[in-house]
């Protein structure tokens, strides 16, 4: 089924709060998408160098926040393009990487569950990248309601947000692991549904 519920809804206020005055300078769309970067960027040296969960979760807090904001800053300019999108959906991944990156080599060697904290965060990896290629494709092949499961990228950051701050970053990496990869199969069920031919 359609999802109800998107973390963005909550953060909606503040984004614009924040974009506004951003077109408003004339700052780029593209110049707020390579700052969330920076900011994965530094979530990543946070953990390498700190080991602070705390810092890591306000940092991808921040690049999880500015996502949004480069949307918001091309519609409020009529900016909006697709090659703003194009940029804005590999340089989305290129965190996520940073972001899954800085948890593996920090934590290189831990158990969890008793699995190896490499086979969580390559399982999450595999389930972000699921989520995120069902819905192209099947919008690349006409399905029109795209925006299902529980797990969009919002709320996979958000939940790494939380447990870092709480000091549980494992418990989070588990969580996001088992959300995002039941919404990349709930996805795949659900746009397969949606493209079968009608029986004649």
């Not at 700052?35 to 921040?62: N, Y």
């Not at 290629?133 to 309601?145: H, I, K």
């Amino acid at each position: 089924m359609t999802s109800k519920f998107r973390v963005r809804r909550i953060f909606r206020g503040l984004v614009m709060m924040l974009a506004r005055p951003l077109a408003r300078a004339g700052v780029r769309p593209d110049t707020v998408t390579y700052t969330s970067l920076l900011f994965a960027f530094f979530a990543f040296l946070s953990l390498l160098l700190l080991q602070s969960q705390v810092i890591f979760g306000c940092l991808v807090f921040f690049a999880g926040l500015l996502d949004g904001v480069d949307g918001a800053v091309a519609r409020e300019q009529g900016a909006g393009s697709r090659r703003g999108a194009f940029v804005d959906s590999v340089v989305d991944k290129v965190a996520e990487a940073l972001i899954l990156l800085g948890i593996l080599v920090s934590f290189a060697g831990s158990l969890i569950l008793g699995l190896a904290v490499e086979i969580w965060v390559f399982l999450s990896a595999v389930g972000w990248l699921l989520t995120s290629y069902t819905r192209a494709r099947a919008e690349s092949l006409g399905v029109s309601d795209l925006d299902v499961g529980l797990a969009g990228r919002s709320e996979r950051l958000l939940t790494l947000v939380v447990f870092s701050l709480l000091g549980y970053l494992f418990l989070g990496l588990i969580l996001v692991v088992f959300m995002s990869l039941g919404t990349a199969v709930y996805r795949a069920y659900s746009y397969t549904a949606q493209m079968q031919e009608p029986e004649t």
